[in-house]
């Protein structure tokens, strides 16, 4: 039987920290708004956790029955890969994370729309958690993996991005604004950040067995350029929106939090040959996180 520790590792902790930043971003947005519902932001925030975890067992799964994790792998040997976790073992906890991940779901709508009549945005926002576990899932399961295809960036950028922020600022004060796009996309574009350092690990290992990810179909140069569109593109869009909200200027001071982002770009660009970015993928998450905590008590003092 599978240890804790092995659970926890296969749950990869320190990505789903990234998870939460999105929510925490939507949060920062409806507290400075009136708040109609606010448990939902707490079971938002259970219900990203928890999809996060979801898709770190699927891809555990998906991508060692498809014989990606093998030995030319540079980053950190996956569970079932180390032969810790059983193919039935894992495939059982993902039965059990899918199925929390309905019920906090299902909890996050009862109270959003405990007070609503609007049977239309309930099923809207009930396909979307749908749509989200099946994404999580997908990504390495099936015959054809979206992943495999190059499409996790899309995916990525919808679901951390513009589902993760304005879906949970919807939700909590039922204020249709579509300025917070421009936040949400600056979190896609952090989370996408964080994929691409990961497949970028991943490039050689990856291409030698047929999973092309967005880096192996443009290479290692262009995805360091791409990169560098992902992490500029996000502080414009932070700034943008706080522009468009004529909000003070001591609010883009999130800005001197940009030299720890070009630190790593630098870094990235030294690495294209060596492909030793494993190190950066936490730092990425970490530095994510500082972002969106520095911008949104900014934004709302």
Not at 136 to 152: D, I, S
Not at 257 to 284: C, R, S, V, Y
Request: net charge positive; glycine share 8%.
């Amino acid at each position: 039987m599978a240890s804790v520790k092995s659970w926890i590792r296969a749950a990869r902790p320190r990505t789903v920290l990234l998870s939460f930043s999105g929510v925490l971003m939507g949060t920062f947005l409806a507290l400075n708004e009136e708040l109609y519902y606010p448990s939902v932001l707490i079971f938002a925030a259970i219900t990203a956790i928890m999809l996060q975890i979801l898709s770190n067992l699927a891809n555990d799964y998906g991508d060692y029955t498809k014989g990606i994790d093998n030995t030319q792998r540079i980053g950190p040997k996956r569970e079932m890969q180390s032969g810790n976790i059983t193919k039935r073992e894992m495939l059982i906890g993902i039965g059990i994370v899918g199925i929390v991940c309905m019920i906090s779901g299902c909890i996050l709508l009862f109270f959003s729309f405990i007070k609503s009549s609007s049977w239309n945005e309930l099923a809207v926002f009930a396909a979307l958690g749908i749509a989200a576990i099946l994404a999580a899932l997908f990504y390495t399961l099936g015959k054809h993996p979206y992943g495999y295809q190059g499409l996790g960036d899309l995916f990525c950028f919808i679901f951390f991005g513009w589902a993760a922020v304005a879906g949970t600022y919807y939700l909590a004060t039922k204020n249709l604004d579509f300025s917070v796009l421009l936040p949400a996309s600056a979190m896609g574009f952090m989370s996408n950040a964080v994929l691409n350092i990961n497949n970028m690990r991943d490039y050689e290992s990856d291409k030698a067995s047929g999973k092309n990810s967005l880096v192996v179909k443009i290479g290692l140069k262009k995805a360091f350029a791409y990169h560098t569109f992902l992490i500029v593109g996000g502080f414009v869009c932070l700034s943008a929106f706080l522009i468009i909200r004529h909000c003070a200027f001591y609010t883009h001071l999130f800005w001197l939090l940009f030299p720890l982002f070009a630190k790593d770009l630098i870094t990235i660009k030294n690495n294209l040959e060596t492909h030793q970015f494993d190190p950066l993928l936490p730092k990425q998450v970490r530095n994510t996180f500082l972002l969106t905590l520095v911008f949104g008590v900014l934004f709302l003092i």
